[in-house]
């Protein structure tokens, strides 16, 4: 699981490599999004693998298990859109910040925060439904172990607000 997890970290550097999402100027951003969204893809994909791998499910199981799963996936995308988002707008306005947009974003990437804890405590019930707790308590452990893996990649690779 660990090289599988150093994939999906690589990927998430790649998935938004900070250096280059603030330097651009704006008119190639159509292209970085692109590649944003084909990294993000991959991610998803790998991820899906890495949870395969790691699940052990019967295939009653996983017959259960992979169509709620995807939904969650469907849901989870929803909300990484909106990380993209609050992270293209933050390298838009790195040198221009101003108070009011600085506490804007806080507050709105604590919400995501928020949003993501909330999508994962509606999701267990119904994962519980087609699988075992100890499985379903699994599988929020990986979830959770590979967005703390991108969330600590995104993190190195976006700067700090300017005092």
């Known amino acids: 699981m660990k090289k599988a997890m150093t994939v999906v970290l690589l990927a998430g550097a790649l998935l938004l490599n900070g250096a280059t999402l ?18 993000r893809q991959d991610l998803r994909a790998q991820k899906k693998q890495i949870i395969a791998a790691n699940m052990q499910l019967t295939e009653a199981e996983a017959l259960k298990f992979w169509p709620v799963y995807d939904e969650y996936t469907r849901e989870t995308t929803k909300l990484n859109d909106t990380r993209v988002s609050l992270i293209k707008e933050y390298a ?27 999508l994962r405590l509606k999701y267990v ?12 308590a699994r599988f929020m452990q990986i979830d959770r172990r ?5 969330d ?12």
């Open 92 to 118: 838009q306005n790195y040198d221009t910040l101003t108070d009011a947009q600085a506490q804007s974003l806080t507050k709105r990437y604590l919400g995501l925060d928020d949003a993501v804890t909330k």
């Open 146 to 150: 590979l967005g703390l893996l991108l």
């Open 22 to 39: 603030f330097a651009e100027e704006p008119a190639k951003m159509s292209a970085i999004d692109k590649e944003i969204q084909m990294l």
């Open 152 to 163: 600590v990649q995104l993190a190195s690779e976006i700067p700090l607000v300017q005092p």
């Open 125 to 136: 019930p119904i994962f519980n439904k087609v699988l075992p707790a100890r499985k379903t």
